[in-house]
């Protein structure tokens, strides 16, 4: 389930001053297990200065290009991100895990008219879900709204400029820059009044079947809260976030208490007590168990387990609807064990 795969970079390929597109050779055995649907993401694990680390990366590339692409935007401070933006370089191996996610989109053959509202490196994911809308049926048209500083640091700018001349009458990109103004492009953050001038103005006519909605926690709330103000039912709403805010974790201390904890990963059962204060995943890992996680930071999808026994309760969660948390699913990373003994299983997802 969390097992990962060493694959060789083919290409390195810089997309701005500050970030790389990363494209991996994939062996002829390993098609399967790193087949995707646009808008899943990878994790990569390595090794940087001694130190481990995990990260998510959107894939870029469309399924039907043959290609596993990632993008990633260097981070001041960043471990990896600063690493593969300087280091890395084709014929490097890295450590990577089966392509995942719930921010997809899936060819059905129907006409679709979608929306994608991206801020910087928000367009990786975006890039993907785009052109396999495009491809699925020669009707369907895509609108995205992009929000950067400057057009230098827009990521795959010249790939977007390519769609819209491949798709004149059916790619639409409203360009937004908040340190630069430039010809037929707004200046400023995509705010409420971008959202109304896209979709009450100059797209007024097209019924939307969703929108996809990537970037920093305050852009998505305020794409959503105003899309959901206009009359947009909430199902036609996805998002992803590659941050999120700091939460106040008051929930550990209002908990004083051990767990007796059952953990299945991989078909393996492991037995361990924690304390209630402590994070479930993060007690989980202190113990060298080989659970699935990436972000430890309630963004990504990878660490979900279902409660098969006892109760658990979560700090924050936007990623798990109401009903796949009523039927037990929880995220490990933002999770608190509540009750005396707590049954999880990585497994069955």
Known sequence: M???????????????????????????????????????YITVKHTVNGEKVRRAYSISSAP????????????????????????????DVLEVMQPEGRFIFEKDGASKTIAAFAAGSGITPIMSIAETVLENNEQSKFVLVFG?????????????????????????AQWLYSRSSEPDCLFGRIETSTVNLITKNKFKDFNFDAFYLCGPEQMINTVSDTLKANG??????????????????????????????????????????????????????????????????????????RVTEGKAEMVKNQILTD???????????????????????????
């Open 232 to 305: 947009v039912q909430e199902n036609k709403i996805l998002f992803e976030l590659f941050t999120s805010s700091e939460t106040d974790d008051s929930l550990a201390e209002s908990l004083d208490g051990k767990t007796a904890v059952e953990v299945v990963v991989d078909e393996e059962t492991f037995s361990l007590t924690i304390d209630q204060k402590t994070l479930v995943l993060d007690a989980v890992l202190k113990e060298d168990i080989d659970a699935p996680y990436s972000c430890q930071g309630g963004v990504c999808s990878s660490c979900i387990a």
């Open 2 to 40: 969390s097992d990962f795969h060493a694959l060789t970079i083919s290409a390195v390929d810089k997309l701005t001053p500050n970030s790389v597109a990363l494209t991996f050779g994939i062996p002829k055995e390993l098609a399967a297990t790193f087949s995707f649907t646009a808008g899943q």
């Open 64 to 91: 039907s290009s043959g290609k596993l692409t990632v993008g990633i935007k260097k981070v001041p401070g960043g471990t990896f991100s600063v690493y593969a933006n300087e280091s890395i370089k084709a014929g």
């Open 148 to 172: 950067n500083q400057t057009p230098e640091e827009a990521m795959y700018r010249e790939a977007i400029v390519a769609l819209q001349n491949k798709y004149t009458n059916r790619f639409f």
């Open 323 to 349: 009903a796949e948390v009523a039927e037990g699913l929880i995220l490990t990373c933002q999770a608190h064990a509540t009750t005396s003994t707590l049954k999880i299983d990585y497994d069955n997802v």
